[in-house]
């Protein structure tokens, strides 16, 4: 794949590449953010700084949602080995990635790519390390279903994702189900004109960013399918 940075090729000529940070839309062509497990470094460095598993998932879900994707790089040691920190990391990822893949793998972008305060600063260097809150939502689009990224986890217990409010003229009809992946438990939820709030599991799961599998009625029939 050809990259370029900046304006060196003209659209379509190429894959738009932002180091070490993202866009603050949605882009209609494809684009990649090149970052790195190392806060400092591209490669090994004794007593190196590490991001955390949830700030590169944060990103991932951020990407991918204005139709990018991550090119993640991990520096080895000289014997090729993988530092443990780095390791963690990557299971770490690898296992929420199992969970929710499905709304990442050969997703597509929504109509829009989220919602909530927080805003990327833009292509400047290190603008990808951003701490989101508990309105920040994100989307995807995969198979029919629409997925919602939450990433924080709302203290009162109830998620709000205002996109998703009734009557909207984008949406083809009130919200049939909700399932949150990774939990066999069953949401309450109610679509309002304000937005579809989801009652949370009073136990939260274990994971870094929690994703919402969200069924539409199918554009053919008008009703929800089986």
């Not at 590449?17 to 400092?40: A, F, M, N």
Request: hydrophobic residues 35%; aromatic residues 8%; proline residues 7%.
């Amino acid at each position: 794949m050809l990259t370029y940075k900046g304006y060196d090729f003209p659209e379509n000529a190429a894959t738009l590449d932002i180091e070490r940070g993202k866009l603050d839309t949605q882009r209609l062509l494809p684009w990649q953010t090149d970052t790195s497990v190392s806060i400092h470094s591209w490669g090994y460095a004794n007593n190196d700084e590490y991001r955390n598993a949830k700030s590169l998932i944060d990103e991932l879900v951020d990407v991918v949602s204005k139709n990018g994707n991550v090119l993640l790089n991990v520096g080895p040691k000289s014997d090729g080995t993988i530092p443990d920190q780095a390791r963690a990391i990557l299971l770490e990822m690898g296992a929420w990635l199992k969970t929710n893949g499905e709304a990442i793998y050969g997703s597509r972008p929504w109509l829009v790519y989220g919602e909530g305060p927080t805003k990327v600063s833009g292509t400047a260097k290190n603008s990808d390390q951003q701490e989101f809150t508990a309105e920040d939502i994100r989307f995807t689009t995969h198979h029919g279903a629409l997925y919602a990224f939450a990433l924080g986890w709302p203290s009162s217990g109830e998620l709000r994702i205002r996109s998703l409010a009734r009557g909207m003229p984008y949406l083809k009809g009130p919200v049939c189900e909700v399932k949150l992946l990774g939990s066999d438990d069953p949401l309450s939820w109610r679509q309002e004109p304000d937005g579809l709030h989801i009652e949370l599991p009073t136990q939260r799961p274990n994971e870094p960013a929690w994703t919402f599998r969200i069924m539409e009625p199918e554009v053919h029939t008008g009703h929800c399918g089986n």
